[in-house]
């Protein structure tokens, strides 16, 4: 990937944050100083992660980073735009990145426009970024769709081919042919049949048209009852996964004239997580800790915090603040915590490395409150992290209370 920075960088690429430990799966790499409103173009390769949903973006002092990676010849490339924005210091002022996966000839923008700085904007120096272009996939360029029919325990066709034909929010497919032939026999009674095709991008698919017609264009003499009983048809995008399903129950004639179809309109349709991750926004999270009050609750260890919702995880988050005793008997710890939309909260898991002089913990409850909503979600606990106390865990998975 080329990616372009100004200052000391980090970059991770995922619907997920990336620690140190995992450089096996995506690409942690640091890039150092660029003038302001440069454009700098470097070259890495990595894993292939698909269609990127999001991404993450930091910097740290010089040498703050372990585990660096050469940047290398590229399979991917990225730039990232600095806007002319002064500033002293390691504040860096991001305008936006651009991905381009040269393998899979896709371009996605991460737009930002603000300051990672200790000292500017929300003083946050990572941030987690996400697709700005929604439309990821080039409606011009070709993708691919699994067709999956399921006949009924009435007659079906001996001869012919079915059509298929896609009606999406941006377009409509080609007539899809769904063969049937001696050596491979389909739409028998009761069957599942699977069909692979690739067609152009029809986005959100709304309606399908579905006919029949003689095998190779050969005329022929059906019978006047003659049909195929279609149960149901469900037609899967590939590329994200998005699933789209026809409750169908309908006979359609065997006919020689293309023009005698049946419209079935979508009767539900299943989103995938990548499809759903690409309109997620970021979100700050305020994050408030409460330590319990009895004698030797606070602990000296290091915390980290990850948040579980229906949109996914926010991915682990080490809970620091400089200068700061954190964790103290009876304190309350306030922190902000920046990623993707979560959606509805489901749990949060709190940990700590069992560090210091007196790591044990006793937490009496986190609450989460998501800025964008004003939503606050408590989840109690009044249990020990302690080895040598309670059930000597030193984590706790907590659920919500209404």
């Not at 009435?154 to 081919?161: I, T």
């Not at 789209?244 to 065997?254: D, R």
């Amino acid at each position: 990937q080329h990616i372009t920075l100004g200052g000391v960088g980090h970059l991770r690429i995922g619907s997920t944050p990336v620690t140190v430990s995992s450089l096996s799966s995506f690409p942690f790499i640091t890039i150092f100083f660029s003038d302001r409103n440069a454009t700098d173009v470097f070259k890495f390769s990595s894993k292939n992660v698909g269609d990127i949903a999001a991404i993450c973006v930091g910097h740290c002092p010089k040498d703050g980073f372990t585990g660096r990676q050469p940047l290398v010849d590229a399979d991917l490339v990225e730039q990232v735009a600095c806007r002319v924005t002064y500033g002293i210091g390691p504040g860096w002022h991001l305008e936006y990145i651009d991905v381009k996966d040269e393998t899979m000839s896709k371009s996605f923008r991460f737009q930002c426009d603000r300051w990672l700085a200790k000292n500017a904007d929300d003083k946050q120096i990572i941030r987690e970024l996400a697709c700005a272009n929604n439309d990821i996939l080039d409606l011009k360029e070709r993708t691919s769709y699994a067709i999956v029919t399921v006949t009924s325990d009435e007659k079906m066709p001996k001869q012919g081919e079915c059509l298929d034909n896609s009606r999406g929010k941006k377009g409509r497919s080609k007539e899809l042919m769904m063969e049937n032939s001696s050596k491979k026999r389909r739409f028998a009674q009761n069957a599942t049949d699977v069909f692979k095709f690739s067609s152009k991008n029809v986005g959100d698919i709304a309606a399908i048209c579905v006919g029949h017609c003689p095998k190779d264009g050969r005329k022929f003499s059906p019978k006047p009852d003659s049909y195929w009983h279609v149960k149901e048809i469900t037609v899967t995008e590939t590329e994200l996964g998005n699933q789209y399903i026809f409750n169908c129950n309908a006979k359609i004639p065997l006919r020689n004239k293309r023009d005698e179809y049946k419209v079935f309109e979508c009767a539900k349709t299943i989103e995938s997580f990548a499809s759903r991750a690409r309109s997620l926004v970021p979100v700050k999270y305020e994050v408030i800790i409460v330590t319990g009050f009895e004698k030797g609750s606070g602990t000296d260890a290091n915390v980290s915090l990850t948040m579980y919702g229906s949109n996914g995880d926010s991915g682990k988050h080490a809970l620091k603040q400089k200068m700061r005793n954190l964790f103290e008997r009876g304190k309350t710890n306030r922190f902000y915590i920046e990623t993707l939309d979560l959606g509805e909260m489901k749990k949060v898991r709190v940990e700590h490395d069992n560090s210091g002089l007196s790591p044990g913990w006793l937490l009496e409850r986190v609450e989460v409150t998501n800025s964008a909503t004003g939503v606050t979600t408590i989840f109690p606990c009044g249990k020990w992290l302690d080895k040598k106390r309670g059930d000597g865990e030193t984590w706790r998975e907590l659920y919500p209370v209404y």
